[in-house]
């Protein structure tokens, strides 16, 4: 499989607790994204990577939250102190930088209880 | 806030029915996407748009990229079961740029 993947793609923990994702991209896609989708809701940009170089933060990504592309490859999320509102679906993306299209993962489904 | 909105929210058609729903927004964009994603999985890229007025077919799927840039249409012929799901249109402004999503509609098809 060449697509997106993403793991866990369910992940249950407890207020509090600190979680981390990973997102693997298609091979030679230089671009990564990482969204976040609620219930009911289309998804909302978190951040973005070009090869290793964290280059936009949403303003929805609070000082809780870390995203790393250490390598220029895979990526990981980090939530610490997790609240009961970060319970989302949790979204990768990644393009190639010349065409506009973005591919998304499976995501990982997040619940804070 | 999203910048985009869709009509209908929702829709109920026959197997066998077209289907049309709308993208509006509020700012112009250089490429419209369409999105189809299922309950529990990641959105699915249906269509491309690149330039103002483009019509692009992909199957049963046909989208135009409106010519103010800031509207585009998705139409679905003759639906089938398997078209159930949650449409996002969604923007970008630049090859780089995040895309911004749509609230959804959400299509049943009744066999």
């Known amino acids: 499989d060449t697509g997106v993947s993403q793991d866990p793609r369910h992940k249950i923990t407890k207020r509090g607790q600190n979680v981390t994702f990973r997102c693997d991209p298609i091979?030679?896609?230089?671009?990564l994204y990482w969204y976040r989708q609620t219930l009911g809701q289309g998804p909302e940009f978190l951040t973005y990577?070009?090869?290793?170089?964290?280059?936009?933060k949403s303003r929805l990504l609070s000082d809780r939250f870390s995203a790393e592309r250490p390598k220029g490859s895979f990526s990981t999320l980090e939530i610490q102190r997790t609240e009961q509102g970060d319970s989302a679906m949790y979204l990768c993306?990644?393009?190639?930088?010349?065409?506009?299209?973005?591919?998304f993962g499976p995501g990982t489904r997040l619940t804070v209880t | 806030g999203q910048q985009l909105n869709q009509s209908p929210q929702s829709m109920f058609i026959q197997e066998g029915e077209d289907v049309s729903m709308n993208c509006t927004s509020s700012?112009?964009?250089?490429?419209w996407l369409w999105y189809k994603q299922d309950p529990g999985e990641g959105p699915v890229l249906l269509i491309a748009?690149?330039?103002?007025?483009e019509l692009t077919s992909n199957g049963r799927l046909t989208a135009q990229f409106g010519i103010t840039r800031k509207d585009s249409f998705l139409n679905i012929s003759a639906s089938i079961p398997s078209d159930v799901g949650i449409y996002f249109c969604?923007?970008?402004?630049?090859?780089?740029?995040?895309?911004?999503f749509g609230p959804g509609t959400s299509l049943s098809v009744i066999p």
């Open positions: 993306a990644s393009s190639s930088g010349r065409f506009y299209e973005q591919y």
């Open positions: 091979s030679e896609h230089n671009r």
């Open positions: 990577f070009q090869n290793e170089a964290q280059l936009e």
């Open positions: 700012s112009i964009f250089n490429t």
């Open positions: 748009l690149y330039k103002a007025g």
């Open positions: 969604a923007g970008m402004k630049t090859s780089y740029d995040k895309v911004i």
